[in-house]
T-cell receptor, first 116, second 119 residues
Framework: AQKITQTQPGMFVQEKEAVTLDCTYDTSDPSYGLFWYKQPSSGEMIFLIYQGSYDQQNATEGRYSLNFQKARKSANLVISASQLGDSAMYFC?????????????FGTGTRLKVLA | GAVVSQHPSRVICKSGTSVKIECRSL??????MFWYRQFPKQSLMLMAT?????????EQGVEKDKFLINHASLTLSTLTVTSAHPEDSSFYIC???????????????FGPGTRLTVL
């Protein structure tokens, strides 16, 4: 079963509008971390935001916020006031611990296109 | 801070040759580095976890004899694609996690990637 699910292969948003990118996850580990990364056409993976499983409040970083709903196992990324430079691929990832080591599992990504 | 470099950024080689890709954490120490492979329009696939001073842990289906990983120091890991073939052509990305005090925030920082083309 997929551990990280991103159901939106592509999204469009008008410049200056807000957009939500969906991410659901599956784990039985009580301690885990959730991440969002941006990958522009250059290929570089850019860290955006992090949410720990024990964090009481939703994470925010500038225009990025993470809508963390633990019971529903969802960690949606909200980008406010979209800019043309936000057009990129966005990946949700989860850090999980297996046999004492940790690794990151990525979703299939959502391609966001911001329209002028 | 938290800069990871990767070299080379792009390499073209002939089938049967070996290619070495370097991953360096420039301003932090990393006991753990990860190597990923990404096919066009697809997600990142973890190939192996590289730990300084010990053998790498490979994911299922990844040939350890084909993809040699060496983590020689706290700032350098190398991936060598041995006897490369056209099907090895891909985008290879490394990442590194800084040493922490044991907190939960062990994010990983990515290198810019290496695009390998095997002719």
């Amino acid at each position: 079963a997929q551990k990280i699910t991103q159901t939106q292969p592509g999204m469009f948003v008008q410049e200056k509008e807000a957009v939500t990118l969906d991410c659901t996850y599956d784990t039985s580990d009580p301690s885990y971390g959730l991440f969002w990364y941006k990958q522009p056409s250059s290929g570089e993976m850019i860290f955006l935001i992090y949410q720990g499983s024990y964090d009481q409040q939703n994470a925010t970083e500038g225009r990025y916020s993470l809508n963390f709903q633990k019971a529903r196992k969802s960690a949606n990324l909200v980008i406010s006031a979209s800019q043309l430079g936000d057009s990129a691929m966005y990946f949700c990832a989860m850090r999980e611990v297996t046999s004492g080591t940790y690794k990151y599992i990525f979703g299939t990504g959502t391609r966001l296109k911001v329209l002028a | 801070g938290a800069v990871v470099s990767q070299h080379p950024s792009r390499v073209i080689c002939k089938s049967g040759t070996s290619v070495k890709i370097e991953c360096r954490s420039l301003d932090f120490q990393a006991t753990t580095m990860f190597w990923y492979r990404q096919f066009p329009k697809q997600s990142l696939m973890l190939m192996a976890t590289s730990n300084e001073g010990s053998k790498a842990t490979y994911e299922q289906g990844v040939e350890k004899d084909k993809f040699l990983i060496n983590h020689a120091s706290l700032t350098l890991s190398t991936l060598t694609v041995t006897s490369a073939h056209p099907e090895d052509s891909s985008f290879y990305i490394c990442s590194a996690s800084p040493l922490t005090s044991g907190g939960a925030f062990d994010t990983q920082y990515f290198g810019p990637g290496t695009r390998l083309t095997v002719l």
